[in-house]
Each structure stands twice: as structure tokens, then as C-alpha cells.
């Protein structure tokens, strides 16, 4: 900042674009003004050292934040997330389940203006309708039973900051609407309010369905989608990009040795090789459970194959027809048909199918199977699956499987 008691125009413009200047003043100068000017000029030093440590990682680690990646695919990510970061625009992330998609969802955040403000996420598949707009706008006391006080929604909480919407088709068509109308004018009335007021957050978005496919069958408002889909980050399934998954097994490692307190250095070429072997069905959250596994297990020096599960170590392929052992009883009620079970055979860590099966029928033993797999917790079930929680407690309404009652 250049102070000074002798100012024109050309001396401003030549001491603000030549010189680096942040800003030009004149005397008399008024102390608030000043106060003012510092602190912006000390909030863009700051943003601008931020960006050149993000691109430094992003150069020399393949790691963009929280994020890990030498892929073409990563690269290109996070070639748009620079760009994307730093804007007010909306952005919608794509991506199976367990892909990453929050992490995407959080660089957004920290590459942006907004990343002293908070970060608040909530997922649409795990509230029912009749909470979602509670949770989404607030509501006043007394505005619908239970409601024994004003409570703020996730608007007001991510209050310059950033609003991550988790699997927004699951979100009512009547919310959508809602949602939308916020996104235009920036203003927010709680459930029960008579007043509105102005909200300034940046909404993204985030789903495991593909946008175009969800419009089409109505789940997801076209308008919505184009008010949301300014920038589009589709996260490619970790199948897709093996060579990722050393980086992000390192990483991860780095983490997990914190948390259970080990000291593991490395994994074997095995190890390795097994890991880009698998299909990885649950994307980088099935290999981080696989690895938390490991380094339990190990505790220090290398991971070996041994320390992984059976089907990484090629224990839970069948070669031969084994005799088929008994699946998971059905719920009465549930109608599993006796094709579907004479068809599969449960090894105890997979299921398989035969020749013949039809598509239905897999499905349902292979949900009644993941549940029992998970003790009847259908938030990890829904997980494993790659499904959220509302489609599964539809299916298994479908099935009639009332013994699965309702439980987490």
C-alpha cells in the first residue's frame, strides 16, 4: 500500500500495475480506511500463497489437497478444480459410490474465497421427507409436532461458506423446487417463518446416479440440473485408473498409521499387484478398509499378502463346483424365489451365481446376503452395495422382507 501526499492518476496507475502496489492513497488519509486495506490486502496475500502451495502439490506429488492422483483422469480434475475453486459458480460432482466425491466436494471449498467459512454436508438419501426441508431451511418453534424450538437449517449454518448436497436426486421434487428458488435469490424462509432472509452460500452438488438418466425418469428437476451443473467434475470409478491406486494406498497408509498409532512403511510387490488385480466394486473406501485392515494387522514394516482379506488373496475363487452351502433363510414373506437360491452359492465372503439366473433374483439374494453379512446395518450394507439407504429400504419393502425391520 503507498501513501502519499503528491498523487495523480498516472502515478496511481504506474505504482498499482508496475510496481505491485495493492493500493494507492493519498494524504489525509482516515485511519478506518487504512485498517480496511490491510486486512483485504492481507486476505488476498494470503489466498494467493494458499494457491501456489496447491499448485506446488499439485506439480510435484499428484495431490491436489486432500486429494491423490497421477492419472490423465486425476490431472484433468484437478486442472478444472483450479479453475472451478476459485469462482462462485455452482458445481455438480459425479461419481460411484465411494469415489471420493466429498473430498472433491471439500477441495472446492478450500480453493475457494469462502474457505475461512464453514463446510457443511448433508446427505438427501438419509433423511426422510418429511425432515429434509427441516433440515435444509430451519424451522420455527412450534411449526410442526416435535418442533419445541427454532432450530437453523443447514443454509444458515454454511453461512459464507459452502453447502454440500449428497446425493441431491434422492431429494424430493417439492424441495428441488424450493432448492432452486434459493439458488436465484439468495433468500431462505425457515419452515413455519413468515419473513425470508438472505442466505450468501455456494451450493454444491454431488450424486452417484448419471444427471441426464435421473431427469429422464423424473428424479431429478431439468432446472435444477442446469442450475447446478455449472461445472461438472465426474470422478472415474478406481478400476478405471490403476495407476492411482499406489498413490492413494500411501496416502491412506499415511493415515491410518496415525490413527491406530503403527508404523508400516510399505507393502509388498504382492500386495500391489492383488490391489490392481481387484475390481474395486466399493472404489477408494473399500480400499481404505481393506488397507485399515492391513495395517492393524501388520503394525509395522510391510504389508503382505497375508495381511490382507481372503478374496484379495485369491482364497474365495471357486474352481469347482463345490456343494452349494445354505444361503441366508429368507424373511417370511419375502418370496425368494427356490430358482434364485438353488442358483447361487455362498462361500462365506461371496456369493456366485449360475448360468441362468435372472437379474432379479441375484439382486434380492445378494441384498438379503449383504445384510446378513452386516448384522442387519443397512447404512453399511447400502454402502457395500453401492445403493443409498432409501432405495435399499425400498427394496427390501418390494421383497416384503419385514424381518429386516428397520433398523440403522
Known amino acids: 500500500i503507498v501513501l502519499t501526499a503528491f498523487g495523480n492518476i498516472e502515478t496511481a496507475v504506474r505504482t498499482v500495475h508496475e510496481l505491485g502496489a495493492y493500493w494507492f492513497l493519498e494524504k489525509p488519509l482516515q485511519p478506518a480506511t487504512l485498517e480496511v486495506l490491510l486486512r483485504r490486502a492481507g486476505m488476498q496475500a494470503g489466498l494467493r500463497a494458499e494457491n501456489r502451495q496447491l499448485e506446488r502439490q499439485l506439480s510435484y ?3 491436489l489437497g486432500t486429494l491423490v ?3 490423465p483422469q486425476m490431472q484433468e480434475i484437478f486442472a478444472l478444480l483450479q479453475q472451478a475453486g476459485p469462482s462462485k459458480a455452482c458445481v455438480l460432482i459425479t461419481g460411484e459410490s465411494g469415489t471420493g466425491k466429498e473430498l472433491v466436494a471439500r477441495t472446492v471449498h478450500a480453493l475457494s474465497p469462502r474457505r475461512q467459512g464453514p463446510f457443511v454436508a448433508i446427505n438427501c438419501a438419509a433423511l426422510p421427507d418429511t425432515l429434509i426441508e427441516s433440515e435444509l431451511f430451519g424451522h420455527e418453534k412450534g411449526s410442526f409436532t416435535g418442533a419445541s424450538e427454532r432450530r437453523a437449517g443447514c443454509f444458515e449454518v454454511a453461512q459464507h461458506g459452502t453447502l454440500l448436497l449428497d446425493e441431491i436426486g434422492e431429494m424430493p421434487l417439492a424441495t428441488q423446487a424450493k432448492l432452486l428458488r434459493i439458488l436465484e435469490d439468495s433468500r431462505v424462509r425457515r419452515l413455519g417463518g413468515k419473513t425470508e432472509f438472505e442466505v450468501d452460500v455456494r451450493v454444491v452438488a454431488a450424486t452417484n446416479k448419471v444427471p441426464d438418466e435421473a431427469v429422464r425418469g423424473g428424479h431429478l428437476r431439468e432446472d435444477l440440473y442446469y442450475r447446478l451443473n455449472v461445472f461438472q467434475i465426474h470422478l472415474p470409478p478406481l478400476r478405471e485408473r490403476k495407476q492411482d491406486i499406489l498413490p492413494i494406498a500411501e496416502a491412506l497408509i499415511g493415515d491410518l498409521n ?11 510387490p ?4 492383488a490391489l490392481e488385480r481387484h475390481h474395486w466394486p466399493g472404489n477408494v473406501r473399500e480400499l481404505r478398509n481393506v488397507l485399515e485392515r492391513a495395517v492393524i494387522l501388520a503394525a509395522e514394516g510391510t504389508i503382505e499378502l497375508r495381511h490382507l482379506p481372503a478374496f484379495l488373496q485369491g482364497r474365495s475363487v471357486v474352481t469347482a463346483a463345490p456343494p452349494p452351502m445354505p ?10 424365489p427356490p430358482a434364485a437360491a438353488a442358483a447361487a452359492i455362498d462361500d462365506g465372503s461371496s456369493v456366485h451365481f449360475q448360468i441362468g439366473t435372472t437379474v432379479e433374483d441375484a439382486e434380492k439374494v445378494l441384498i438379503l446376503r449383504t445384510l446378513e453379512h452386516t448384522r442387519n446395518n443397512k447404512t453399511r450394507a447400502a454402502e457395500i452395495l453401492g445403493i443409498s439407504l432409501k432405495t435399499l429400504h425400498n427394496k427390501l419393502k418390494e421383497y416384503g422382507a419385514k424381518e429386516y425391520g428397520a433398523g440403522a
Not at 496415525?258 to 509388498?268: L, N
Open 270 to 273: 504382492a500386495v500391489l499387484q
Open 69 to 71: 492422483g497421477t492419472s
Open 327 to 336: 444361503l441366508p433363510e429368507p424373511p417370511s414373506g419375502s418370496g425368494t
Open 258 to 268: 496415525r490413527k491406530h498409532e503403527a508404523r508400516v512403511a510399505d507393502i509388498s
Open 61 to 63: 506429488k499428484g495431490t
